[in-house]
Every structure is written in C-alpha cells, then in structure tokens.
C-alpha cells in the first residue's frame, strides 16, 4: 500500500513538473501567467484550510470510531452531514468571493496588473468547495483501506491542465489573457473530475455519499471540528505566506509572481520527497515515546532526524542555489516557447532566493510532528502566527528597498528567513518543555555540513560551465546540458562525501547506519 501511494504521489509530482514545463512554453513570466498564479492561490488557501492534511486528520478518526461502534449506516450519515458542511460553508464562501471580485473589477483602472487577476478568481474560486469535496472523499476511502485511487485523484488535476494547454490553448486567440482563461475553466473542471472519480469507488464500498445539512447538535460533527481547527491553521499559515508573497511580488513587478512560482516549483520537488518521508516516519516513533514519557528518547530521536536532514539537505540547498540558472534554462526553457533568457535569468535569482529552504523547510517538517506527539497542537500555530508578521514585514522591506530585478529574492528569502526562525523557536520551547533536547551536536553537524556544502559549491560552480562547454559543441543543447548538470552534481556529491568523512563522520555514519536500519526492515 505504501509503495502504491508512494508510486501514485511520485506520478502527480512528475505531472505537475511536467504542467509547469507546459505553463512556461506558453506564457513565459508573463502578466497572464503571474495574474493566474496570484488567483489560484486564493482557492489553494482554502483547499488547505478546509481540505487535505486536517480534515483527513480529523475525520478519519471519528468515522471510523463511529463505523466500529454504530455501524456503516451511522458512519455513513457522518461523512453525509461533514459533506453538507462543507458544501454549505464552501458554496457561501465562493458566492462571497466572486460578489467580492466583481464589485472590486469595478473600481479598477482597465488593464491593471490587478484588474488581470480578479475575472481569474471569479472562474476559480468554485474550486474550492470540489477539492474540499474531494478530500472528504479520500478521507473515507483510506479510512476503508482504499489507497490506491484517492492517491491517483490528484494526477487528474495535472492531466487535465495538460491536456487544455496542449489541445486547447493552440486552437484559441494567440492572446495569452484568452488562453489562460482556457486553463482557468481546465482547473475547475479538474477539481470536478477529482470528486466524480471517486464517487463511483466510494458506492462500491457501500458509501452513497448524499449531502446532508442538518448538522446542528451534532456531537461528532463538533469533535471534528475542533480536532480539526488548529491543524487547519496550521497548514493554513503556510498558504497565508504564499498568498502574501504573491500578492507583493506582483506589487513588485508583473512578471514576478510567475517567476517564484516555477522556481517553488522546483524547490518543492525533493522536499516533498525528503521533508515528508521524514515527518511520515518520525511521527510513529515520538508519538510512542511521549505516551510513554520517554523525553529522553524523544529528544534522541528528533536529533538524530535532523542532523540526517541536515547532512542531507545542506549539498542539496548550495548545489540548487549555485545551478540555479542552468536547472532552470534545462528545465524550462523549451525551444521558441515564451520562456526565454530573461525569464530564465528572473526564475533563476528566485529559486538561488528559495534554495537554502531545502534545509530549513525539511527541518520545519520533522520538528513540527515532536509537537504533535506532545498532542500539542496550538503552539506550532502560535509560532507561526509570529511567522506570517515577520515575513510580511520582511516582503514589504524587500518590495521598498531592493532594487526592481531583486525584489522577488528578497520575497523568496524572507519566506527561507522566518521559517528559520520558527525552526530555532520551536526547538527552543521543546528543550524547555522536555528538558532532553541538546543542541551540541546538531550545531556540530550543521556547522560540518555547511562548510563541506561551500567547499563542494566551488568545485559546482566551475565545473559546470568546463563540462557544459565541452559538450554543447558535440551534443544536442538539452542533452549537453542535461550531462553537464547530472557530471557536476556528482562530482560535487563525491567531493562533499569526501569532506564530510573526513570533518564529520559521526553524522555521516548514522545516515548510512539509518538508511541500512531501514532497508533491512523492508525486507523483514
């Protein structure tokens, strides 16, 4: 099951590359791209409010409490009135949004970097209540141990924006604001295509999801809602920074938002991958060791994690932000497509702003699961509430002080910056709470991994261009670059081996002594 889910969220992270891949042949970092990036934010803050992570978290739970000691039919009328709730908040909050949007498109000068944006959100903004729909709907079917399809549910998004892009947006108006409008229509008929996909699965399973709205005096419904509020916030808080970057990098300039959207892009990529495998594992473990109140063991645990992501991540975050330019010129730049030398010069400065977040985000996400083994919820929220002021501070500086073609940096690194600092903060609070953290040899480890990262960074950044020089002549362009990334990368991957078995070899021998410990387990 887990290598299903595994294989199924590998195919949508590879799709949704692939979408982007698209998105820059055919708008570039233009006004269109960067007015659609800004809106579907909006209906993305509601999908993380409402949907995914904290609604699964908090429904599974009690529907299947109330399935094992009421029966399928009361377990049935449970998901039956959570999705008349949704339905009804949802709906009424879209209906609110698109009055919003209208009355505002009437104050606004035509032609407007932010009279672009609203006519986008109006035709989005139902996306909401269908992807909310949608992870109830998961919800169940992995609370019944049906896996495979909810996992699959989220590819559907990618193909159908694909599929508008490439048979659709070159048989309309070469006006790029006509033609991403076509994949405005794609996403919300993609958000539809996740519910109905899913819906048939769930009548196999002897659920007929009818809505319900009578919800009040519900008890579950309540329960489920307050489990389901601070990891909502949570989650949310995350979403609320992105919506804040985009809303002031487009303050910035017009093509800005577009530009740290590709470069997210590629950051969230192995983070996705490393950050969650982590926090997925680590969970379990410090969850077993609170109830036990085990801190020291706890404290251990969490340690260990993170000089395993810091080993890990600290190469990975110098070698993206060294190669910022030649990944995204490899990745992006396709042919006559609309994404050329300067929106790869733009996407480039972004992604050297995003990189060092490979560390720092990867370490948020297995700090964060030691509070949640504490069954502490609220201060991780708390903490990030300061963490939304700090950075829209810091954007706000950026936009007023930097110079036109660094403003979107500054964005990019004020998001890297307050997530350091809600990565110290919360380790802070923890060795206070628990009295077992010790950060000595983490600072050891980290100090280790980023000297050897910066000496490994000086051998990436010249060699790339001697390898890439002596293949373009004899190689197709993407191919010779392709080689000259994949040769740099490892020999900067041997170099930093090198220099981290020789100044840090306690650290680098637990990784290896973890990851063995892990395979072996597989196999048993």
């Not at 002897?206 to 005096?217: A, D, E, H, I, K």
């Not at 983070?271 to 109830?291: D, E, H, I, K, Y």
């Not at 903490?383 to 073609?405: A, D, H, M, T």
Request: aromatic share 8%; net charge positive; glycine share 8%.
């Amino acid at each position: 099951r887990a290598a299903h889910v595994g294989a199924m969220t590998g195919i949508s992270r590879v799709a949704g590359l692939v979408r982007e891949q698209w998105m820059a042949y055919v708008f570039g970092t233009g006004l269109a791209k960067s007015a659609f990036d800004v809106a579907f934010r909006i209906p993305n803050l509601f999908r993380r409010l409402f949907g995914e992570g904290a609604l699964s978290a908090a429904f599974i739970p009690v529907y299947t409490e109330v399935r094992e000691r009421e029966g399928p039919a009361a377990a049935n009328a449970l998901a039956a009135r959570v999705a008349g709730l949704l339905i009804a908040v949802l709906s009424l909050l879209t209906a609110l949004g698109i009055l919003a949007a209208l009355a505002l498109q009437r104050h606004l000068p035509a032609g407007s970097r932010w009279s672009a944006i609203l006519p986008l959100l109006r035709i989005m903004l139902p996306y909401a209540p269908l992807i909310c729909l949608a992870a109830l709907t998961m919800g169940i079917l992995n609370a019944r141990r049906h896996f495979t399809i909810p996992a699959l549910a989220p590819v559907f998004l990618n193909l159908v924006w694909i599929a508008a892009l490439a048979g659709i947006c070159p048989f309309v108006a070469p006006d790029p604001f006509v033609r991403i409008r076509v994949v405005a229509w794609a996403v919300l008929a993609a958000g539809a295509i996740q519910v109905a996909v899913q819906l048939p699965v769930l009548a196999r399973h002897g659920v007929p999801l009818r809505p319900r709205f009578r919800w009040r005096g519900d008890t579950r419904i309540r329960r489920i809602l307050l489990l389901m509020a601070p990891m909502a916030l949570g989650a949310g808080l995350v979403q609320i920074n992105v919506c804040v970057d985009g809303i002031l990098a487009m303050w910035s300039a017009k093509w800005a938002p577009s530009a740290l959207e590709y470069a997210e892009r590629l950051v969230y990529l192995p983070l996705g991958l490393v950050g969650n495998a982590f926090a997925t594992v680590l969970l379990p473990t410090l969850s077993t060791q609170a109830t036990q109140r085990d801190y020291d063991g706890l404290g251990a645990t969490l340690e260990r994690a993170l000089r395993n992501i810091v080993v890990i991540m600290a190469p990975a975050a110098a070698g993206l932000t060294l190669l910022a330019l030649p990944v995204v010129s490899l990745v992006y730049q396709i042919g006559d497509g609309a994404f050329q030398a300067e929106s790869a010069r733009q996407t480039a400065r972004a992604l050297a702003g995003y990189a060092p977040g490979l560390l720092v985000f990867s370490l948020y996400k297995a700090i964060t699961p030691a509070f949640y083994a504490l069954q502490d919820t609220r201060t991780p929220v708390r903490v990030g509430l300061f963490s939304v002021g700090c950075n829209l501070l810091l954007n706000i500086l950026s936009v007023l002080l930097l110079p036109e073609g660094w403003k979107h940096v500054g964005i990019a690194g004020a998001t890297v910056a307050t997530s350091l600092l809600n990565c110290v903060t919360l380790l802070i609070i923890l060795h206070r709470r628990t009295g077992a953290l010790h950060a000595g040899g983490l600072v050891r480890t980290l100090a280790g991994a980023l000297a050897a990262a910066v000496l490994m960074g000086g051998v990436v950044f010249y060699l790339h261009d001697a390898v890439l020089a002596a293949l373009a002549p004899r190689l197709h362009l993407k191919l010779a670059q392709g080689l000259a990334i994949g040769a740099t990368m490892a020999a900067g991957a041997a170099v930093y081996g090198l220099l981290m078995a020789l100044f840090c070899r306690q650290a680098l021998d637990e990784l290896r002594d973890d990851f063995r410990h892990r395979k072996a387990r597989k196999r048993g």
